[in-house]
Nanobody, 124 residues
C-alpha cells in the first residue's frame, strides 16, 4: 500500500522560505512521477512541480519557476519542495502525489496516490 506523508507546512511572511517533505513508502518508485500540487480555498487543485523518481526530469508551473525547487533523496524515499520568495498567492494546502504516468500527464491531477496535505500560509 503506497503511503505519502507530507510535512513542513506553516505560516511564513511574504518573501520567506519553507521546505516541504513527502515521505513515500509501500513500494519502489523507480519510474514513478512524483509531484506537488496545491489547492487554495474555493479553487481547483493545481499543479506546482514534478519529477521522475529515476531522475533526469523536472517540471514546474510557470507561477513558481525560479522560486520553487523539487528534488528527491532516494536513500530516504523522500521528495522535497523548497519554496523561496513566497507570496501571499502561494497560500494553499500542498499535496504530494505519485503514479506511473507518462511525461505528458505529469502535470495533471490524474495521479493515483495522494498524501493528506500540509497547509502553507503566506502573510503579506
Amino acid at each position: 500500500q503506497v503511503q505519502l506523508v507530507e510535512s513542513g507546512g506553516g505560516l511564513v511572511q511574504a518573501g520567506g522560505s519553507l521546505r516541504l517533505s513527502c515521505a513515500a513508502s509501500g513500494r519502489t518508485f523507480n519510474n514513478y512521477a512524483m509531484g506537488w500540487f496545491r489547492q487554495a480555498p474555493g479553487k481547483e487543485r493545481e499543479f506546482v512541480a514534478s519529477l521522475r523518481w529515476s531522475g533526469g526530469y523536472t517540471y514546474y508551473a510557470d507561477s513558481v519557476k525560479g522560486r520553487f525547487t523539487i528534488s528527491r533523496d532516494t536513500a530516504k524515499n523522500t521528495v522535497y519542495l523548497q519554496m523561496n520568495s513566497l507570496k501571499p498567492e502561494d497560500t494553499a494546502v500542498y499535496y504530494c502525489a505519485a503514479d506511473l504516468l507518462p511525461s505528458q500527464l505529469m502535470g495533471t491531477v490524474l495521479h493515483k496516490y495522494w498524501g493528506q496535505g500540509t497547509q502553507v500560509t503566506v502573510s503579506s
